[in-house]
């Protein structure tokens, strides 16, 4: 046999293997009343249907060019206030009332951190956390700003809590 012949050989086996493949199936019962699946037909037993193989298509790749994303400069930092939660009632507002805010990204020169309890001024700094003395019953807002070093506010979030008094 020569490496002529080696195709030749190749595509036949192929073939066999592709006709043993698609071969039929055939259902019957043993004697314990078991279903009995079998490629030779017996006396009695019946050729399986067999639903289409599912296939999928190959998907084309995509012919357009990536286009990338303009490089604009750093993204501006953000803040959000993590504690405390946004519709969250105190329990007892005559205690101090912690207040943590997450940033981004760390402050840059001239940021830093403005707190606020109903629109007036709690805290100014670099610290991302406080805490709230005091607070009288009811609704109140809590805000954090970030500031730039002009005073311009790169970022705000706020939050409403509900300040309850024990025995009131």
Do not use: C
Request: charged share 15%; aromatic share 4%.
């Amino acid at each position: 046999m020569t490496m002529r012949h080696a195709p030749t050989l190749l595509f036949l086996f192929l073939s066999l293997l592709a006709t043993a493949v698609y071969g039929e199936i055939y259902r019957s019962t043993d004697e314990q009343g078991q279903a009995v699946f079998s490629d030779a037909p017996k006396p009695g037993s019946t050729p399986v249907e067999l639903a289409p193989t599912n296939t999928t298509p190959a998907v084309s790749p995509s012919t357009q060019p990536h286009s990338f994303p303009k490089v604009l400069g750093p993204a501006p930092n953000t803040l959000n206030i993590q504690q405390p939660g946004n519709g969250q009632v105190l329990p007892n507002g005559r205690t101090p009332t912690p207040v943590a805010v997450r940033l981004a990204q760390p402050l840059k020169d001239g940021q830093r951190i403005r707190i606020r309890v109903d629109g007036k001024v709690l805290s100014e700094g670099a610290t991302t956390s406080t805490s709230i003395p005091f607070l009288h019953r009811g609704e109140h807002q809590i805000s954090a700003e970030l500031v730039d070093h002009n005073g311009r506010i790169v970022s705000r979030d706020q939050v409403t809590v509900i300040s309850r008094w024990p025995n009131n």
